[in-house]
């Protein structure tokens, strides 16, 4: 009876609240062992990238050492590919140098050649003038030598005919 004068809760208040306790105590730690789980199997927000891809070489090659020896190899080949690169860019460089001097030369070839062209074309018509012109004096000259010709035996003639009407006179012989 002197229990009715007591305020509080009941035996079975207590007993649910310490129930639910363990029940939230549970469900905590059942969350958390989830949180790390998903954690360690490679949840993405929770690693940074170098150590995702650390684990997947490790998973691949076993030992740290043959990654770095990989590692090295990469970039080995990486420095060789970015020279040989270089070593392209410098030749393309220069084969571009060499391709507009060609092109510059090629030019200059072409205008020489349609300059000699021209004298050629030139000559050629200072050739056929001159022929021609020879030609010209050719025939000048040749009729000229047959005016000699004509007049020398015209000339001669008349000295024949001026011998025979003098008597006594020596003659040329008439052939």
Request: aromatic residues 10%; hydrophobic residues 35%; neutral net charge.
């Amino acid at each position: 009876m002197g229990d009715e004068n007591r305020k509080g809760l009941s035996i079975n208040a207590k007993i649910f609240i310490i129930i639910l306790l363990f029940v939230d105590i549970g469900f905590a730690l059942k969350l958390f062992g989830k949180y790390y789980k998903t954690k360690d199997s490679g949840y993405s927000r929770e690693r940074s990238l170098y150590e995702q891809l650390e684990q997947r070489v490790m998973k691949s090659f076993g030992n740290r050492e043959e990654l770095n020896k990989l590692i090295n190899d990469f970039i080995q080949y990486k420095e060789a590919a970015e020279k040989f690169a270089a070593s392209f860019k410098e030749q393309g460089e220069q084969l571009k140098r060499v391709d507009k001097k060609l092109e510059e030369s090629k030019t200059k070839f072409e205008e020489e050649k349609a300059r000699l062209q021209m004298e050629r074309w030139a000559l050629e018509d200072s050739l056929s003038l001159a022929k021609y012109t020879l030609r010209d004096r050719e025939l000048e000259i040749q009729e000229l030598t047959d005016r000699l010709k004509i007049v020398e035996e015209a000339l001669l003639q008349k000295q024949i005919e001026d011998h025979s009407k003098i008597p006594g006179t020596w003659c040329l012989p008439v052939q």
